[in-house]
């Protein structure tokens, strides 16, 4: 079993940056892929990046490609979303999720069995 927390979530201007993190516990870290999906209201949760469980594979959403990274650190046990140029749009819980496979970053709901609470990400324009 794995536990995510997720944090760096809060309110910043429409073009300015945040860095979401994610701790894992429980079962070795190093051997998930790791995915960041998010939530606006009134929406669907939606796949935004995800990493395989060396790093060196990752998948994003055309919506945030070129703007956010994905990236790990397995020996803090840490996933980490570094988003820029942030738009209202990007208004959401994000969460984090595990998926125990590891070797491809997935895009899908269903193919992660671990999930955070989520962390609210608030773009003002």
């Known amino acids: 079993q794995v536990q995510l927390v997720e944090s760096g979530g809060g309110l910043v201007q429409a073009g300015g940056s945040l860095r979401l993190s994610c701790a894992a516990s429980?079962?070795?870290?190093?051997?998930?892929?790791m995915g960041w999906f998010r939530q606006a209201p009134g929406k669907e949760r939606e796949f935004v990046a995800a990493i395989n469980w060396s790093g060196g594979s990752t998948y994003y959403a055309d919506s945030v490609k070129g703007r956010f990274t994905i990236s790990r650190d397995n020996a803090k046990n840490t996933v980490y979303l570094q988003m820029n140029s942030l738009k209202p749009e990007d208004t959401a819980v994000y969460f984090c999720?595990?998926?125990?496979?590891?070797?491809?970053?997935?895009?899908?709901?269903?193919?992660?069995?671990?999930w955070g609470q989520g962390t609210q990400v608030t773009v003002s324009s």
């Open positions: 999720a595990a998926d125990q496979t590891g070797a491809l970053p997935r895009t899908i709901e269903i193919e992660y069995e671990h």
């Open positions: 429980g079962r070795p870290f190093s051997s998930y892929a």
